[in-house]
């Protein structure tokens, strides 16, 4: 059973910093793009952002220069850098994991983030 464990959300200040890490297990993390997407209360969950196996890196435009999301494939980890957060960006933040042959889906139970002071 393939687990994806996310861990370092909580409550920040405007303005201050978080990092997110996603423990993936039972995979073969070169063949997963590795995402993260959050959901506010009340709305759709959302792509934050996403990379891939080979490294290719997208954001949503509304972290652009703020979130930078990276991998350490030996550790199956996938990371998020949230800088300069803003009370918008609480959420509760997931991780996921896709096959990029089979497509094949997989998420975390959700790490919560706070901004608000």
């Known amino acids: 059973q393939v687990q994806l464990v996310e861990s370092g959300g909580g409550l920040v200040q405007p303005g201050g910093s978080l990092r997110l890490s996603c423990a993936a297990s039972r995979i073969t993390f070169s063949r997963y793009t590795m995402s993260w997407y959050r959901q506010a209360s009340g709305k759709q969950r959302e792509l934050v952002a996403l990379?891939?196996?080979?490294?290719?890196?997208n954001y949503a435009d509304s972290v652009k220069g703020r979130f930078t999301i990276s991998r350490a494939s030996a550790k199956s980890t996938v990371y998020l850098q949230m800088n300069s957060l803003k009370p918008e960006d609480t959420a509760v933040y997931y991780c996921?994991?896709?096959?990029?042959?089979?497509?094949?889906?997989?998420w975390g139970q959700g790490t919560q983030v706070t901004v608000s002071s």
């Open positions: 996921n994991a896709r096959n990029d042959y089979t497509k094949n889906n997989y």
């Open positions: 990379i891939t196996g080979g490294g290719i890196i």
